[in-house]
């Protein structure tokens, strides 16, 4: 009896929190992993591996701006899945740099989905979209109707990236799935992002090494969940006979304040002595409550939040 051939997924941004834990999932389910790599400083590139320094994947040096770079790795790896996670996310430093994030979040997943078109268009595409596209939202819970409202260049990006996947999906008959993802955080999130600022801030205070966490604006109300749940939808999204868009959320919202509250109570400390408001933090244009109904993701795929709130700080407190 012949075996099964292995799959191979191949995975922009897998040096990133999703695309370690997305990793360590399809080698679990026996996958054979491509990852695409930009060329970076040589520290920064130990930085960025570090995430996944121990796992047996394949990495392919590819800016995702080059468009022939791209191409080329299409047809190195002949993938039967793709995840296109790799962006400039960090919505703060899309306003200071509008750019760069327009330029690898647009023009990056477009080369991304127009060598996924001609290369391997009987494979699988996924979309790594982001509640920061809702922004503004008319409504609350937002779910896969509700109307885009984006409040920064990040979101609009992420927005631009959702309707191109959408456009190619419907123009070319492909299997392109769009993930609405709400913030998701784990103890492999980057330290520019506001939870782990509080989480290894407090490493460093308990260790003398600071007096202050400063912060903008603590009221913002999230839908924080756990990436490693997160990419776990991902997956299952691109299981389905049929491509589609997909929300995924815990349906809570809890603000910056709480999460720094229940932080601090784990480290026995009083975060009133310790935080600082600086409103060099403050953005622009903010996005004040988002909260995600995932009820299609529950009916269509089967999923639904495993780690909740008070687990996930709990669990990012502990790694420090």
């Keep these: 009896m012949m075996q099964s051939k292995m799959k191979k997924a191949l995975i922009s941004g897998i040096t990133g929190q999703d695309g370690s834990y997305l990793s360590e999932l399809l080698l679990s389910k026996e996958y054979e992993i491509y990852g695409l790599e930009r060329r970076v400083a040589l520290q920064d590139q130990r930085d960025r591996r570090n995430r996944i320094k121990d796992l047996p994947i394949t990495l392919i040096p590819c800016d995702i701006t080059n468009y022939s770079a791209v191409f080329q790795a299409f047809q190195k790896v002949q993938p039967d899945e793709v995840y296109h996670l790799a962006a400039q996310s960090d919505v703060a430093l899309s306003f200071l740099d509008p750019f760069d994030t327009i330029r690898a979040n647009i023009e990056g997943t477009l080369n991304t989905l127009e060598a996924f078109r001609l290369v391997t ?14 922004g503004n939202a008319e409504e609350e819970p937002q779910n896969e109707r509700t109307r885009f409202h984006p409040r920064s260049p990040y979101g609009i990006s992420k927005v631009a990236g959702f309707n191109l996947s959408k456009n190619f999906r419907e123009a070319y008959n492909l ?26 801030g407090i490493k460093e205070i308990l260790e003398g090494k600071r007096d202050k966490i400063k912060l903008g604006n603590l009221d913002t109300k999230r839908d924080w969940g756990y990436a490693g749940d997160y990419v776990e939808a991902m997956w299952l999204m691109l299981q389905q006979d049929k491509s589609d868009d997909y929300v ?63 687990d996930l700080v709990k669990m990012m407190m502990e790694a420090e």
Excluded: Q
Aim: positive net charge.
């Design 121 to 134: 268009p009987k494979s699988k595409f996924y979309f790594a979209g982001s509640s920061e596209m809702f």
């Design 175 to 200: 299997f392109i799935c769009n993930g609405i993802l709400f913030n998701h955080e784990s103890p492999k999130r980057g330290k520019e992002f506001v939870t782990r600022k509080i989480t290894s």
């Design 248 to 310: 995924i959320a815990t349906n809570e919202t809890h603000t910056i304040r709480e999460f720094i509250e229940e932080a601090f109570k784990i480290a026995n400390l009083n975060s009133e002595d310790y935080i600082e408001v600086d409103t060099n933090f403050f953005r622009p244009s903010e996005v004040v409550l988002l909260r995600g109904d995932y009820s299609k993701a529950k009916e269509k795929l089967g999923w639904e939040p495993k780690v909740r709130f008070k």
